[in-house]
């Protein structure tokens, strides 16, 4: 055997390390948002119940409400730091497997048609019954009463209902 038959190449295989967040996390931005909600959601309640101000009321429901706002921001940063396999992002970026490419078509083909069909069914019934989007049709020239109470301390003694008729 020659040396060119033994000969190899060399293949470098650079594995995929996930990248490590110390301490808390991806959402870093999230996670101080809702500890400044936490701690300024207890201070302004602790105010309200132990300060003796008149509008203690206002400021333990403030702060209560500020308390449960930091919940929007736990939220977000709990859902930002969870971790997905890139094995099941597959189907979210358009890389879909192919045996699951011809069910997954069907599928979606049936859904866009019965959706379409129950839009299409609603525009008809609409048309069908005369009805405005906005609201009931009222025909034109149609007269509507409308009545005042006037103040007679200007032309009389007496306050007199006046009936005025508006055509629309």
């Known amino acids: 055997m020659t040396s060119d038959a033994i000969m190899s190449t060399a293949v470098q295989v650079a594995s995929v390390m996930e990248k ?7 959402c870093k931005c999230s996670f101080w948002f809702a500890v400044a909600h ?8 602790m105010v309200g ?3 003796g101000l008149p509008i203690h009321d206002l400021c333990i429901y403030g702060g209560a409400i500020i308390l449960f706002l930091s919940l929007i921001w736990w939220v977000f940063w709990y859902s930002g ?9 597959e189907d979210d970026v358009g890389l879909t497997r192919l045996k699951n490419r011809g069910l997954s078509r069907v599928v979606r083909r049936a859904s866009q048609r019965l959706s379409s069909r129950i839009r299409r069914s609603f525009r008809k019934s609409r048309r069908s019954t005369g009805e405005n989007p906005a609201g009931p049709s009222i025909p034109a020239n149609t007269e509507v009463s409308l009545s005042t109470i006037v103040d007679g301390s200007i032309n009389s003694s007496s306050k007199d209902i006046v009936r005025e008729i508006l055509s629309i």
Do not use: A, Q, S, T
């Open 81 to 89: 730091n969870i971790d997905v396999p890139p094995e099941e992002l």
């Open 49 to 51: 119940v132990f300060g």
């Open 20 to 26: 490590r967040y110390d301490g808390v996390g991806r």
């Open 38 to 45: 936490n701690i300024l959601g207890m201070f302004i309640m």
